[in-house]
């Protein structure tokens, strides 16, 4: 949540609006807690409210006259469909246009999966039906997502830092770049 508060500061120095509509800096979602009962129910719910948290939070605006927001579809029977990208599809294609390493390495990838895992799990409950069960690694692996999750956020940040116009003007908070951060 940090993290994306400190991108939207970003943002808006370079002249862009916000990346993320909410970071939920004035009050935590109430189920963004770890997990009590280590169940695939309470681990899928948690998936649910960081895919919202997330990739349904992204800014379509933020990418407005960088790239397109829309494509075109031609049809077999030649009609032309225009179909809205999705905002993981426009996080990836703007990185893909706008950021390379200094070895010339498109970074999209990177920063991406980390949010395309997040969709996929979500999408998993969604498209089968299963029962509950009680696993222990459920919260292990809600912290290895969030870890992954948080190194995207962080490289994001990093990218938007490097920002002629953001270089001179942004100092993030002292802790956040520690290595003594705890998820919860």
């Known amino acids: 949540m940090t993290e994306q508060a400190e991108i939207n500061k970003l943002s808006r120095l370079i002249g862009k609006p916000v990346f993320f ?10 189920d963004f807690i770890p997990m009590l009962r280590p169940t695939r129910k309470h681990f899928n719910e948690f998936i649910h409210l960081l895919d919202k ?3 349904e939070n992204i800014n379509r605006d933020f990418f407005k006259g960088d790239i397109a927001l829309e494509r075109q579809v031609k049809h077999d029977n030649g009609t032309v469909e225009i179909q809205a990208l999705g905002t993981l599809q ?39 039906l299963r029962e509950d069960e009680y696993d222990r690694t459920y919260p292990q692996r809600q912290d290895d997502i969030l870890g992954k999750v948080c190194r995207a956020l962080t490289k994001m ?11 001179e003007h942004y100092s993030p908070p002292a ?3 520690s290595d003594k951060i705890v998820f919860y």
């Not at 909410?22 to 009050?27: H, M, P, Y």
């Not at 940040?157 to 270089?167: E, G, T």
């Open 53 to 55: 948290m997330l990739s």
């Open 157 to 167: 940040r990093y990218i938007l830092w490097s920002h002629p116009q953001a270089r």
């Open 90 to 128: 426009l996080f990836e294609k703007w990185l893909s246009k706008r950021y390379r390493t200094r070895n010339g390495e498109d970074v999209s990838y990177e920063l991406a999966t980390p949010l395309r895992e997040v969709r996929r799990l979500r999408q998993e409950p969604a498209h089968k």
């Open 21 to 30: 509509r909410s970071t939920f800096d004035e009050q935590r979602p109430k």
């Open 175 to 177: 802790w956040l770049d």
